[in-house]
């Protein structure tokens, strides 16, 4: 048997990390069996789908690289096929149409929770044989007694009791068929083997098997995942920072550092932190997922991020680095490859965004720092500067080693330690104090940038001298 799963989105907002760790989950699984991966957009809430969350989703399983192999299927394409298994339903007196009233349905409802019950249809139109001119739903025939039981793969052995059940509405009054029985329609037809969602639907499952049977199919294995929680203990959301996937790619986070880091929230391998794809698509089982609900950590995440960056190979990085200096509007033709500012940069960047920041200095024009300028172009600086500026003018060879030469002889020659001279050169190159060790700067800066910020830079330290007398 072909394992079959699926990531069932409702296109209402941007892709939250819980939802792209259940996409991941049921991914790794498909790959792990050699299956399918398939993705559905549930799209039936005409007031809260957008096109723009559909495009939300395929940006975001795109950055994360989480192919699908059949889909995109969009369930308001389907409205047909729903409304023929619902006829079908009918036709076999397994659902009914119901004509109570909105009125009717409230009164209800009040009454039963005047008396504390749980509110539930009380099954009125379930054998009613006239047929009234008024608008009707359709009501599915749950069973009124015994009990749904099933194995999930995460929470085990669940049973729930069909007295709790009400006859759910399948077709609302405008046609429109609703969730558990689209869900339903579609698990079966697209044959899905494996149903790994959020646990938020753990109490739709047992209607869901109801319809199933009702419909003469086997109902698919379960797996629901306990959901994620910010540091509050509370459901994960807005609140607690960051929770669209899109926008971590905007904050400098690599895809595998936050695949890796969804991966661990509610599964792990013995201690292992840090795992490759091809490693999680041996690893992985669902039935090793946690039952307990996780707790979001962005400092852990942070120091994948910052694992991944020092790890990967540059060319990798630089093509997530590449979109980050886009959006900073930076042109990187003008300056030193990312494959070589990557290594320089990534002990001191934790995020790709910080990275691209910290470097634009490179590719552009220099921004200096007030107070990074009066602390270190002094009088003081001028000699410094005069001196490297004349000993790389004669360089014939722009070489990291070549510079570390020059820099050095001008310490010996001037009898100051390096931190003395690579303080005042790296704030007239770069405008600030920070920056990868002073010979590959300048290397990464080249010859005509370095040695014009040098003459710039001596201006303004005779200047900031002139004004502080
Ligand atoms: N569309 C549902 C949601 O976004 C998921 C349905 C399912 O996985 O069964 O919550």
Redesign the pocket.
């Known amino acids: 048997m072909t394992v079959r799963t ?5 296109p209402t907002g941007y892709l939250h990390v819980g ?1 792209a760790r ?1 996409a991941l989950y049921s991914w790794l699984y498909a790959r792990k069996m050699q299956g399918i991966f398939i993705l559905r957009i ?1 799209d039936t809430d005409a007031e809260r789908s957008t096109q723009e969350s559909v495009q939300a989703i395929f940006d975001g399983m795109q950055w994360l690289n989480l192919g699908y192999d059949e889909g995109p299927f969009y369930q308001t394409k389907r409205y047909d096929r729903y409304r023929e298994v619902a006829d079908q339903l009918l036709k076999e007196d397994k659902a009914y149409r119901c004509y109570c009233t909105k009125e009717r349905l409230e009164a209800l409802r009040a009454e039963q929770t005047e008396k504390k019950e749980k509110p539930r249809y009380d099954g009125f139109c379930r054998n009613r044989q006239d047929h009234p001119n008024t608008p009707s739903v359709i009501r599915f025939k749950n069973p009124q007694g015994g009990v749904v039981e099933f194995d999930d793969l995460v929470f085990g052995k669940l049973v729930f009791n069909n007295q709790e059940l009400d006859d759910l509405i399948i077709v609302r009054s405008d046609n429109a068929p609703t ?1 558990n029985f689209t ?1 339903v329609v579609d ?1 079966w037809e697209m044959k899905i083997t494996h ?1 790994i ?2 646990d ?2 753990i109490n ?1 499952t047992p209607r869901q098997i109801n319809i199933l049977r009702a419909l003469g199919v086997t109902p698919p294995l379960y797996a629901h995942l306990p959901m994620i929680l910010g540091s509050d203990g509370k459901r994960l959301s807005k609140r607690h920072g960051a929770v669209s996937v899109m926008q971590y790619r905007e904050e400098g986070f690599l895809p595998e550092a936050l695949l890796n880091y969804l991966v661990r929230l509610g599964w792990s391998h013995g201690d292992q932190e840090i795992f490759s794809i091809e490693e999680l698509v041996k690893l992985f089982e669902v039935k090793d997922v946690n039952r307990s609900p996780a707790a979001f950590n962005p400092e852990k995440l942070l120091w994948l991020n910052h694992h991944y960056i020092k790890t990967s190979p540059p060319e990798h990085v630089a093509a997530e680095l590449a979109w980050h200096m886009q959006r900073l509007g930076i042109d990187v033709s003008n300056g030193p490859a990312l494959t070589e500012l990557i290594p320089a940069m990534a002990e001191r960047a934790k995020t790709l965004k910080e990275m691209a920041e910290k470097s634009t200095y490179l590719y552009g024009d220099v921004q200096y720092n007030d107070e990074a300028v009066s602390q270190h172009l002094s009088a003081e600086a001028v000699p410094v500067l005069a001196a490297i500026q004349a000993g790389l003018s004669a360089l014939k060879d722009w070489q990291k080693e070549a510079i570390h030469e020059v820099i050095q002889q001008v310490g010996e020659t001037l009898a100051l330690k390096l931190g003395k001279i690579a303080q005042p050169i790296r704030v007239a190159v770069s405008g600030n104090t920070m920056s990868p060790p002073i010979d590959i700067t300048l290397f990464l800066l080249g010859r005509a940038r370095t040695l014009e910020r040098l003459a710039v830079a001596q201006g303004l330290a005779e200047k900031s001298e002139a004004s502080r007398q």
């Open positions: 699926r990531f069932a989105p409702s939802s259940t549930e969730y869900v698990d149903v969602r959020g938020d639907h739709n």
